[in-house]
């Protein structure tokens, strides 16, 4: 399968998120990739310990797991999908479909931007 997005070494912030999303505007992500496999950890306010893994399904999509643990001391999990595409000064941007596969169960969108000019 033939890749249009590298996620390796890239850092991103949420641009946007549904009100049942924990990811706060200050949210860090770091991400790795090797080939269709990508991983990434996070942490922000409200939750620390964030990972998640996913797989490129195609040039432009993909499908993660992802869990925390909340500064309550609950642990939390999901599920997404997601696409990739180019923002007009040339970063990545992801926008997601996820949901909650405990505590609420609730599901949203969010948006992350590649931060590059840190």
């Known amino acids: 399968m033939s890749q249009a997005f590298d996620l390796d070494g890239k ?3 949420p641009v946007s998120n549904s009100k ?8 860090l992500f770091t991400f790795s990739q090797s080939g269709a496999a990508f991983k990434a950890t996070y942490s922000g ?8 893994i996913g ?9 993660l797991i992802y869990h925390c643990r909340a500064e309550d001391g609950s642990l939390e ?3 997404a999908t997601a696409v990739f595409s180019a923002a ?7 926008d997601m479909d ?11 969108t969010s948006q992350y931007q590649e931060i590059t000019d840190e």
């Open 11 to 13: 850092r991103f912030r």
């Open 20 to 27: 049942e999303g924990r990811v706060a505007s200050d949210a």
């Open 45 to 52: 306010a409200g939750f620390t310990d964030g990972h998640l």
């Open 55 to 63: 797989q490129m399904t195609g040039t432009d999509q993909a499908v």
């Open 77 to 79: 999990a999901g599920e």
């Open 88 to 94: 007009t000064n040339g970063s990545v941007m992801i």
């Open 98 to 108: 996820w949901r909650w596969l405990n505590g609420s169960k609730a599901s949203g």
